[in-house]
């Protein structure tokens, strides 16, 4: 299920499939577990967080409608909302012994630009595998193309031809959402 793309897996989910919640869980729970560290400020509460989201998503695939948005933008929509419930909650409570007042209407999503990082990693799922592990392995684990290339078993050109394909490729899929990755 690796290769299926967010909103077939949505769909997937909303029929009750609990195998295509686990790949959207793996595609994206890290990304959430970020979010709600820097915009709650506490591990605990990311973690919670994270278990709200992806039940959120469990309960409301069938409503998920891939015309007003891609999927990592609709969990970034439910994280943020589940975030900022969970510190007016915690805020509440802390109201109540010090006096200290909600944050004001309009102030900045302290998140900030968190959607784009939903948004590159719905681009990396539509990646082919070999693109998606390569960008994976240097931008998210922090290896060099020689690291990858020995880790990977491919040749250093190979992989310096494919870290340029696949930054096209991530590119063109950024610039356009609805297209399709291409194969170079």
């Known amino acids: 299920m690796a290769e299926v793309e967010d909103e077939i897996l949505v769909r997937r989910v909303a029929a009750g ?4 919640l686990g790949t959207l869980y793996d595609r994206y729970a890290g990304l959430v577990y970020g979010a709600g560290t820097r915009y709650l400020g506490d591990r605990g509460l990311a973690e919670d967080l994270v278990q709200d989201v992806f039940a959120s998503v ?11 948005a891609g999927f990592g933008t609709w969990v970034y929509r439910i994280t943020r909302n589940r ?7 915690r ?19 302290p998140a900030g630009d968190l959607a784009r990082g939903f948004d590159v990693a719905a681009a990396l799922s539509r990646l082919t595998p070999a693109h998606r ?13 020689r690291e990858i290339s020995t880790r990977t078993d491919t040749p250093l050109g190979t992989v310096k031809s494919r870290t340029t394909a696949a930054m096209r490729a991530l ?9 399709s990755p291409t194969d170079e």
């Open 17 to 20: 499939d609990g195998r295509a």
């Open 58 to 68: 469990w309960r409301n695939a069938g409503g998920f409608d891939p015309s007003r």
């Open 83 to 89: 975030a900022t419930d969970l510190i007016r909650r």
């Open 91 to 109: 805020k509440a409570r802390v109201r109540t012994v010090d006096g200290g007042s909600l944050p004001e209407p309009g102030e900045p999503d």
């Open 133 to 145: 592990e390569l960008l994976v392995l240097a931008y998210f684990d922090g290896l060099s193309q």
């Open 171 to 179: 590119r063109d899929i950024l610039s356009d959402p609805d297209g």
